[in-house]
């Protein structure tokens, strides 16, 4: 066995372990995802993350930065704070209204959001550094390759590589699927990285994360994180446990996660 590049893009390309959620999902989510990436303690972790960035040396006031996947927009809104230009894109329009609206509330011209996916996405010059934070558009080698391509600077990605939620194990039981707690995403991008001669900084981060959802919306979300709104007995099942758990109409999960986060030169 040789661990060279190829063999760790043909570990990547034959992971199906995670589907990756439709635009139809994240229009569907944007309004709960850009509260939850408000809160006081989101707010301050990516004020640290952004400083960190500053401190290395990875961004300056002179920075162009891209953000692939950027949501609702609150980590460029914060990079847009301290460089000279942020660009963010996203497939989901309605991540992209509430992008805009952030950036406005801030009082930012610094700032610029294009409607569109990583693979139809053309840049006419290279940017400082290009990020991905928690994005699903990075998910295999092309796209990896193509976001080093973007960089004259710096790379900066973080994934899931473990999350458990008792809840969400029972609901993938009683719809008979297979729960998955650790992804290999990270580990097949270090790898490639490493074998390009590129050695990426790896951290990781701890902790819980509670989502609270009225019991009605809670139905469409849990039924659309494990695909099975077009399967009625499933459906059901979902809708059945979540009203016997639910308090006060209310369903409130806790997910134990660990974040890596990988920052690495393309000089």
């Not at 659309?224 to 059945?240: F, G, K, M, T």
Request: net charge negative; aromatic share 12%; with cysteine.
């Amino acid at each position: 066995m040789h661990l060279n590049t190829e063999y760790f893009e043909e570990l990547w390309l034959s992971d199906d372990q995670k589907k990756e959620p439709t635009v139809e999902f994240w229009d569907f989510r944007a309004e709960d995802y850009n509260l939850s990436s408000s809160t006081d303690d989101a707010q301050l972790k990516r004020t640290e993350k952004v400083q960190s960035l500053l401190d290395k040396g990875i961004i300056s006031a002179e920075s162009r930065v891209l953000d692939i996947g950027c949501g609702s927009g609150q980590f460029a809104v914060e990079l847009a704070k301290k460089t000279k230009k942020v660009v963010g894109l996203d497939f989901s329009e309605k991540m992209l209204s509430y992008a805009s609206q952030n950036a406005a509330a801030a009082g930012l011209k610094n700032t610029v959001f294009i409607h569109t996916d990583w693979d139809s996405f053309l840049s006419a010059e290279p940017f400082d550094l290009v990020i991905a934070s928690m994005s699903p558009a990075i998910h295999k080698p092309d796209h990896l390759y193509k976001m080093i391509d973007c960089s004259r600077g710096y790379c900066y990605l973080s994934s899931f590589v473990e999350r458990h939620s008792s809840l969400k194990e029972e609901l993938y039981r009683l719809t008979d699927q297979s729960y998955v707690r650790q992804f290999n995403k990270l580990n097949y991008i270090f790898n490639l990285l490493w074998t390009k001669a590129m050695f990426p900084e790896l951290t990781y981060e701890t902790g819980i994360h509670k989502r609270v959802f009225p019991l009605a919306k809670a139905k469409e979300i849990y039924a659309r994180e494990l695909s099975v709104l077009e399967n009625p007995d499933q459906s059901s099942r979902i809708v059945q446990y979540l009203e016997e758990i639910a308090e006060n109409e209310v369903i409130i999960e806790s997910l134990k996660q660990r974040k890596g986060e990988l920052i690495w030169s393309c000089r």
